[in-house]
């Protein structure tokens, strides 16, 4: 093992990026499309990830945040002229404020009243958004004519754009994720999540960590938001509804808990699967249930679970 | 394990090389995007049949232009979102003209994609939103909300002579369109609106709603949503004893309405374009008998016949312009005028909107058939 | 005053269908610690196996005692056993896994069921013969209600009561209550767990299965997809009461229904939701396991 | 200054009405090995779980080098110096053993907010500063060879071993083992009571629950008897092991005196 493990998981994290680097050099714009989109809901499952995997607390409703980052962009850009790239900033900043102040109140609730008071906060989002408040959001049917980004008078709308795009924000995520495993903050979730008495013991501070899952989760997924909005140049509500917080959900859960590749995994079979099995029609989702329920019972903690033992390699001298 | 990722991936990427090779060049295809499955599938599915109908009738006949059409579907379920990917995936299959979707949202979401990628599109979506960017490819095949609610107002005010009028409507930008517009016309024309209010898609129980209005003592109540919600309103209504006449809205004119609404059915209002038994042309009552012939049942409503209207307007400007340049069609077709359709003279404005409709008031009967009562 | 009963006429209807509803979340959550996300579906299930129980042995137009019962109890049967086929191989397996996991096969099975509906009985609306029941209706100075709400009020009051007897004063009850406490001890004690989660399964199934029913003739429209929307409302109910709390999901069933009555009849109809929602917040911010939840201490 | 480290003053916990402690007062010097004795159920545990803050006594003080923490929350408990062990062992099971004696460095740790999301020069030295003392107590625990074994995958004896370290990591004022020995062979017992001297030198005070006789008489220097929530005794080893109302107590519901 030793050092290697190290390696070995940069290898495989080289190996995904190219792939899906010179991925747009074979395959036509439907399918590119498709791999933007897996892009960006691979961002929102981690981020997802973030909260759930991770610091343990049991959130039904992150489309919300999702869907706060790409409103802010629509909203910002549509209804007040500002370019693209300006909106970036606040596409993190108003999802990670909001999620502080909504998480604040309840996240002392445990496991399952958490989660559906995360459902209620995610079926309010979308009522908001439906009653057109404050005559922004554009009601049911949402914004539509985003502009695209612009850098330097350049206009990036073609769909190899959006793809790199999103590959970028998935390799800054995964930047990020790698960041917080190896600091006492991503170290700190675990602790949480696995025994929260004892963390609490070692001088841990419960809230403060799940907030501090929340408020990075749903600034990341507001990023992924906001790129979403630009991709499809449209916002609608039911993109971010509580059903779609169930497939982030789903996607964690079923890749594996806090597992890098697992939640990649995870982002792919219920994403990208259903897409390539289109011709099924109906009876797709029927068999995506099953497989549900099967890989729950074959791998009850994901398709690839999470390897603990990150630690540096010289205290692993004395390993056998 | 470990090297899975790379693999899926790259199989994927085959895959899709493969569907995305390229096609004979004699072959035009036409795309049609509608709600295949999910709520609205009924009107989705006669959409695809109505289409596919017309091009295998047209190409046992030797195609259009020498050529030989072919139909692709996509199912956007009646979401924008989804809609926005069919319209990629149409695109990218080199339609030269999409039919649909039948709901105004997923038309608007598809809508820019067809534009920049010069692919005509033609829907019964009625919203106004629709022809406000005035895209050139795009061509609404029914009418809009606008002219719909102006008949409304005027009927309901100075025919009906209605005083204390509630108007419903569900969320949907379409539904809340028209009651927001039937609203104005009522007022326009002298009416009183006393109540303006909005029930949840599908939510079923309305109890509550209801026995507000009832509070209010209507003596009309005006519902601009679809079938699914419109029956059981109607129930609900004559359960809780409110004596107002029921007017429903386009989207209300639907067997399934009656059903839900059982026997509290007779009598309810409906304004609608002429459905498909009322339509009085030859080659209507020739294309309802070739689908029932086909298919084995009616036409689902009018929506599926004015999509095909509009495809068959698209093929026929084809033909006269003996081009399937998309842009020389569209410039034909803007100054269309009374060209013969299902549903009647189909006539374009410069913006893609159909001009000269005419709407019939229904009054549904204790057996549940349609008696026209305007004119 | 008549438009206030009459709102809790109708809250009171649609609560006690919730309730129904609430009580299969909350006694399954009570024994096995696990939200069964498919029941929701077992409702709209029912609602469909009951139609053609109705159409294939009666045939539309016919309205009988015995065509209504046995309508109710064949498709009650036919639910509770697809209930505890669903717990043997969607759940059983997953006792002891970690519980996410049964939750998202929980949300899988249900993905499976929604979908059987829709490739047996298509994707659009079926709609319930509206003869079923006699279309009586009793106008009690201003305020209405018919043949259906009042068997609807009559027969979830019978039956909850009769299900509290039954956890109360059996000898069943109690092994049921003794599992939700402490399964382990429970099984030292001689008790089947197996069976209690069985018997569990068929109450819980069989008392969505009369709601489903219910629904469908109330209602008349019935759709694939519906029982995502009785599922979730009967869901924030059980929490509301309390999850677990056999009471509470009654409780939580009837108040939600007022609630949602109420709001929309005096405050708004289009923020209904965002009331409910908030509603259940501001009750776990003070009550962190719903009204008649107990607050379980932790044992370090 | 108070010259007690920790004192506890008539210190009650109801559970349900019923009294778990009952007016339990102590006075623990710094740098002592203090004991805690008294039949199962005595209230032991509870004790501490008022002192970590995992509990928070109705009735009472509890002074921390004077200052009252009655009420203060676990993790701020743990800020001041107070660490503990469990007596049913908590560790993150599926984490590393390297992993799970980290947790300990928590409060040491000095890396900032940002640093969960970018790393700086700091961060580099804190994290390698924390990483070298996991280092250092696996040798002195010597779990080494584990550093990246499972936690939940070792024996007994060694997650003992482990939640010591854990503890220890946090480098505490005050440590508190509940049941240490619980569960060990005579030979890792003997260990214990090795390791645990060598911690007090290094000027750690140690607060202990233990039924093993024989090694609470040999490694306290003071002890509190306590049964039914209340103090029935208290003096050096020698005092409380020859009074008569302990003898009585232990004998009363005599179940482990050798284990």
Not at chain 3, 9 to 18: A, M, Q
Not at chain 3, 149 to 178: C, D, E, P
Request: hydrophobic letters at 50%.
């Amino acid at each position: 093992m030793s050092n290697i493990n190290f390696n070995k998981n940069s290898v495989m994290a080289i190996g995904v990026l190219l792939v899906m680097g010179i991925f747009p050099l074979f395959v036509d714009s439907a399918w590119l499309a498709i791999g933007t989109t897996f892009l960006v809901f691979a961002v929102v499952a981690f981020s997802q990830d973030i909260i759930l995997g991770r610091a343990g607390v049991f959130h039904m409703g992150h489309a919300m945040f999702f869907g706060l980052g790409a409103y802010t962009t629509a909203v910002l850009n549509v209804h007040f002229g500002w370019p693209i790239l300006a909106t970036w900033a606040p596409a993190v900043l108003v999802p990670l404020v909001v999620a502080l102040l909504l998480a604040g109140p309840i996240i002392h609730l445990r496991g399952d009243y958490l989660l559906v008071a995360t459902i209620g906060f995610n079926i309010i989002f979308i009522q908001v958004l439906q009653n057109n408040i404050f005559g922004i959001t554009g009601g049911p049917n949402g914004i539509f004519g985003i502009d695209v980004v612009r850098v330097f008078g350049v206009e990036l709308f073609e769909q190899t754009h959006m793809y790199y795009m999103a590959f970028i924000l998935l390799g800054i995520t995964l930047f990020i994720m790698k960041n917080l495993d190896q600091s006492k903050f991503g170290r700190a979730m675990f602790y949480i999540n696995k025994d929260d008495v004892a963390a609490q013991s070692m001088g841990i501070s419960i809230r403060y960590y799940k907030l501090y899952a929340f408020a990075l989760g749903a600034g990341i997924a507001g990023a992924a938001g906001s790129m979403f909005a630009v991709q499809y140049s449209a916002v609608s509500p039911e993109a971010f509804d509580v059903i779609s917080s169930i497939m982030f959900f789903t996607i964690v859960l079923v890749g594996g808990s806090a597992s890098l590749p697992g939640v990649l995994l995870g982002t792919f079979v219920m994403f990208v699967l259903p897409e390539v099995f289109r011709e099924f029609e109906t009876a797709r989702y029927l068999v995506f249930g099953l497989a549900m329920i099967l890989t729950m019972i074959l791998r009850p903690r994901g398709i690839w679970p999470v390897k603990f033992g990150n630690i540096p390699a010289f205290l692993k001298k004395d390993v056998k | 394990m470990r090297n899975m990722l790379p693999k899926v991936a790259a199989s994927v990427a085959f895959c899709s090389a493969l569907l995305g090779s390229a096609y004979a060049a004699d072959v035009v295809k036409i795309g049609v995007q509608a709600p295949i499955t999910g709520e609205y599938a009924n009107e989705g599915q006669s959409i695809d049949n109505g289409v596919r109908l017309v091009i295998d009738q047209l190409n046992s006949k030797g195609g259009v232009l020498g050529k030989k059409l072919e139909v692709v579907t996509c199912d956007d379920e009646g979401a924008a979102q989804k809609a926005a990917i069919c319209a990629r995936k149409l695109v990218n299959e080199g339609v030269m003209a999409v039919i649909g979707s039948y709901t105004s949202g997923a038309t608007q979401a598809a809508q820019t994609t067809y534009y920049r990628n010069k692919v005509l599109q033609t829907s019964d979506g009625t919203s106004d939103a629709l022809t406000k960017e005035k895209y050139w490819t795009f061509f609404r095949n029914s009418f809009r909300n606008a002219d719909q609610a102006e008949f409304t107002g005027k009927y309901l005010v100075n025919e009906k002579k209605y005083k204390r009028i509630v108007v419903l409507s569900d969320y949907s930008d379409y539904s809340l369109g028209l009651a927001n517009s039937v609203v104005k016309a009522i007022k326009d024309a002298g009416g009183i609106v006393i109540y303006q209010g909005k029930v949840k898609e599908k939510s079923q129980n309305f109890s509550a709603i209801l026995t507000k209005v009832k509070s209010m003592n209507p003596d009309a109540i005006y519902f601009s949503g679809y079938y699914t919600d419109g029956g059981l309103l109607r129930a609900q209504q004559a359960q809780l004893g409110i004596n107002a006449d029921f007017i429903g809205g386009d989207s209300n004119d639907n067997p399934d309405f009656m059903k839900l609404a059982g026997a509290s059915a007779s009598g309810t209002l409906m304004i609608n374009f002429p459905t498909p038994d009322f339509l009085p042309y030859d080659t209507a009552k020739q294309f309802l008998k070739d689908y029932s012939a086909k298919y084995g049942v009616p036409v689902s409503s009018v929506w599926a016949i004015m999509n095909v209207d509009g495809l068959r307007a698209i093929l026929y400007a084809a033909e006269q312009t003996k081009s399937f340049d998309t842009k020389t069609i569209s410039t034909y077709l803007h100054t269309l005028k009374d060209f013969p359709g299902i549903t009647g003279p189909v006539s374009f404005r410069d913006d893609g909107e159909r001009i000269n409709t005419k709407f019939n008031v229904y009054e549904v009967q204790a057996d549940n058939s349609y008696k026209i009562i305007n004119n | 005053m008549d438009i206030f009963l009459q709102q809790l006429v109708n809250g009171l209807t649609i609560g006690s269908l919730y309730a129904l509803v609430a009580l299969g979340y909350t006694m399954v959550y009570g024994v096995m610690k696990l939200i069964n996300f498919a029941h929701g579906d077992l409702v709209a299930l029912s609602a469909f196996v009951g139609l053609t129980v109705y159409t294939q042995i009666f045939g539309e137009g016919v309205s009988s005692l015995i065509a209504i019962i046995v309508v109710f109890v064949f498709t009650a049967a036919i639910i509770a056993f697809v209930g505890v086929l669903l717990e043997r191989l969607a759940y059983r397996p997953l006792r002891t896994a970690p519980r996410l996991s049964a939750v998202v096969s929980a949300l899988g099975a249900g993905l499976v069921i929604q979908n059987t509906i829709m490739l047996m009985w298509g994707p659009n609306m079926k709609i319930f013969p509206s003869n079923l029941f006699p279309q009586t209706l009793w106008d009690f100075g201003g305020v209405v209600m018919t043949f259906t709400q009042v068997m609807i009020l009559g027969l979830s009051s019978v039956l909850m009561v009769a299900l509290f007897l039954f956890i109360n004063k059996t000898k069943m009850g109690t092994a049921i209550r003794a599992t939700a406490i402490d399964q382990d001890a429970a099984k030292l004690m001689g008790i089947n767990v197996n069976r209690i989660i069985m018997v569990i399964f068929i109450i819980g199934s069989a008392l969505g299965a009369v709601a489903g029913l219910f629904i469908g003739i109330y209602y008349r429209g019935i759709t694939f997809d519906m029982g995502w929307l009785y599922g979730l409302n009967a869901f924030v109910a059980a929490i509301m009461g309390g999850i677990g709390n056999i009471p509470g999901a009654m409780l939580g069933g009837l108040m939600l229904g007022l609630f949602n009555a109420m709001i929309t009849g005096y405050i708004s109809t289009q923020w209904a939701e965002t009331f409910t929602f908030i509603l259940l917040i501001v009750i776990l911010i003070f009550r962190p396991t719903g009204i008649l939840g107990e607050k379980v201490a932790e044992k370090v | 200054m108070s010259e007690y480290l920790l004192e506890v003053k008539n210190v009650s916990k109801f559970f349900y009405g019923l009294k778990a402690i009952d007016a339990l007062s102590m006075k623990v010097k710094k740098g002592q090995i203090y004991g805690i004795i008294g039949p199962n159920g005595a209230g032991k545990t509870t004790l501490f779980n008022c002192i970590t803050g995992i509990y928070t006594p109705e009735e009472g003080q509890i002074l921390w080098m004077g200052k009252e923490i009655k009420g203060t929350a676990p993790h701020k408990i743990a800020e001041l110096g107070i660490l503990r062990t469990f007596q049913t062992i908590r560790l993150f099971s599926e984490m590393s053993v390297a992993e799970n004696i980290m947790s300990g460095r928590h409060i040491k740790s000095k890396q900032k907010w940002y640093n969960g999301i970018i790393h700086t020069p700091a961060y580099y030295k804190d994290e390698r500063e924390n990483w070298e003392k996991v280092g250092e107590l696996m040798e002195f625990f010597k779990l080494s060879q584990y550093a990246t074994t499972p936690a939940g995958d070792l024996s007994y004896g060694v997650q003992r071993k482990i939640e010591m370290a854990r503890a220890l990591a946090a480098e505490p004022e005050l440590l508190i083992l509940d049941e240490p020995a619980a569960g060990l062979n005579e030979n890792e017992t003997l260990e214990l009571a090795h390791t645990i001297k060598e911690i007090q030198k290094m000027g750690v005070t140690i607060m202990m629950i233990e039924h093993d006789m024989e090694m609470v008489m040999s490694l306290t220097e003071y002890i509190t008897v306590i049964n039914f929530g209340a103090k029935i005794s208290e003096g050096v080893p020698a005092f409380v092991q020859d009074d008569p109302i302990v003898i009585e107590a232990y004998i009363g519901i005599d179940d482990e005196d050798e284990s």
